[in-house]
C-alpha cells in the first residue's frame, strides 16, 4: 500500500484527536470519514470482514471504557477506538491496544510532569496506537 493511501486512511484519526486537544469533543464526521476509509481499504484488499471484525472488538470494549471509567473515557474515544480496529485489523488488535496503553502512558506521564491535574485528551493515544500498530506491524 502506498504512503498516501496509508496517510489519508490514518489522517481522521489524528483529526479527531486534534479536536480532542483543542476542544475536547470528538465529533463524528472524522471517525465516519476513517471508518469509510478503513472499510474501502480493507475491501479492495480482500480483508473486509477482517476490518469490520477489528471495529467491532475495539468498539466493545471501548463501550467498557466508557461504562468502567465513569466519564473519564468518553463514547467518542469508543468510537475512534472502533475506527482504530478497523483501520488495523481483528489480527492486530493486540498490537493497537498495547501501542495504545503505552501511547496513553507517554501522554500521563508528560501530564504530570507539567503538574497538570486537567482530564487528558485520550484520542491521541488512540490515534497514536492505531498509526504504530498499522505502520510497524505491516
Same mark, same amino acid.
Given at each position: 500500500?502506498? &504512503?498516501?493511501?496509508?496517510? %489519508?486512511?490514518?489522517?481522521?484519526? +489524528?483529526?479527531? *484527536? ?6 475536547? #469533543?470528538?465529533?463524528? +464526521?472524522?471517525?465516519?470519514?476513517? =471508518?469509510? =476509509?478503513?472499510? %474501502?481499504? @480493507?475491501?479492495? !484488499?480482500? !480483508? =473486509?470482514? !477482517? ?8 468498539? $466493545?470494549?471501548? %463501550?467498557?471504557?466508557?461504562? @468502567?471509567?465513569?466519564? !473519564? &473515557?468518553?463514547?467518542?474515544? @469508543?468510537? $475512534? ?14 498490537? &493497537?491496544? $498495547? +501501542?495504545? *496503553? $503505552? ?13 497538570? #491535574? ?8 488512540? *490515534? ?11
Amino acid at each position: 500500500m502506498t &504512503f498516501a493511501l496509508v496517510a %489519508l486512511m490514518l489522517a481522521p484519526g +489524528w483529526a479527531a *484527536a486534534w479536536m480532542d486537544v483543542h476542544t475536547r #469533543r470528538i465529533p463524528n +464526521w472524522p471517525i465516519a470519514l476513517g =471508518l469509510a =476509509l478503513a472499510y %474501502l481499504v @480493507a475491501a479492495h !484488499e480482500g !480483508e =473486509l470482514a !477482517e476490518a469490520v471484525m477489528g471495529s467491532v472488538v475495539c468498539g $466493545l470494549l471501548g %463501550l467498557a471504557l466508557v461504562v @468502567a471509567a465513569q466519564g !473519564e &473515557f468518553g463514547r467518542g474515544d @469508543a468510537k $475512534l477506538m472502533a475506527y482504530g480496529g478497523a483501520a488495523t485489523g481483528a489480527t492486530a488488535v493486540p498490537l &493497537f491496544l $498495547l +501501542w495504545m *496503553a $503505552l501511547c496513553g502512558g507517554v501522554i500521563v506521564l508528560v501530564a504530570v510532569s507539567r503538574r497538570r #491535574r486537567a482530564a487528558i485528551p485520550y484520542a491521541l493515544a488512540i *490515534a497514536g496506537g492505531c498509526s504504530l500498530a498499522y505502520v510497524l506491524g505491516s
